[in-house]
């Protein structure tokens, strides 16, 4: 039972790359949850899927685009990268409540 | 717009002392709060959710209390010890049942042997 994972762990882009942080979950969890992490700044929400099929923005959605491929996968991909999305990339999904959020290890995201 | 305030500044404390964090929010009412743990490079880790109806929740050696007139939640660890450093993040729903929260920045604790 692994809970929620993150591939890749750390990449570096050229600003105007493109690519996709895929995250899963085999917690049977509704819910799943993309956010980003900066200095001074805590977890800020990018997008949302409140179930399979779904998806909402959050916060900061401008800049990424996400899939709901099916109740285990949530994709995100940033579709021409820039400096300003350098951080740290969290999946999260929550129980039947959706209270409590598991997360993932996180992705790296450096861009040049 | 709804706003969680806790701590920027590292807390620092001798071991088996216990560490007191404060979380603060404001235009919110919000019908529970919650308390995550991460360390360096990792996710964070559900601790403790405490209820608008709950003052106080214990877990081992953690315990949170929740004043909403105050509208403050205060996190204590008792006989902290050095693996217990870590930044905790308080958390709080936003309205309507989507699971989407909002976090505070963290407070990190370091717990000097």
């Known amino acids: 039972n692994a809970g929620v994972t993150q591939t890749p762990k750390f990449q570096v882009l050229k600003t105007g790359q493109s690519m996709t942080l895929q995250c899963a979950q085999d917690?049977?969890?509704?819910?799943m949850y993309w956010y980003r992490q900066d200095p001074g700044m805590g977890l800020r929400l990018i997008y949302y899927?409140?179930?399979?099929?779904?998806?909402d923005k959050g916060e900061v959605p401008n800049g990424y685009n996400v899939s709901r491929l099916n109740k285990r996968e949530f994709s995100l991909r940033l579709e021409s990268a820039a400096p300003s999305q350098t951080s740290v990339y969290f999946c999260?999904?929550?129980?039947?409540?959706?209270?409590?959020?598991?997360f993932g290890p996180g992705t790296r995201l450096l861009v040049l | 717009s709804q706003k969680i305030e806790q701590n920027s500044e590292a807390l620092n404390i001798q071991e088996g002392k216990t560490a007191t964090l404060t979380c603060n929010y404001t235009?919110?009412?919000?019908?529970?709060l919650q308390w995550y743990r991460q360390d360096p490079g990792r996710g964070p880790v559900f601790l403790l959710l405490?209820?608008?109806?709950?003052k106080e929740k214990r877990k081992e050696r953690l315990k949170v209390t929740f004043d909403t007139t105050l509208k403050q939640s205060l996190f204590h660890i008792t006989a902290s010890q050095p693996a217990d450093s870590a930044t905790y993040l308080c958390?709080?729903?936003?309205?309507?049942?989507?699971?989407?929260?909002?976090f505070g920045q963290g407070t990190t604790l370091q717990v000097k042997p």
């Open positions: 999260a999904a929550t129980s039947g409540r959706r209270e409590t959020q598991y």
């Open positions: 917690m049977n969890h509704n819910s």
């Open positions: 899927s409140a179930s399979e099929g779904t998806t």
């Open positions: 235009n919110y009412s919000p019908a529970y």
């Open positions: 405490i209820r608008e109806n709950e």
């Open positions: 958390a709080l729903p936003l309205s309507g049942n989507t699971g989407k929260l909002i």
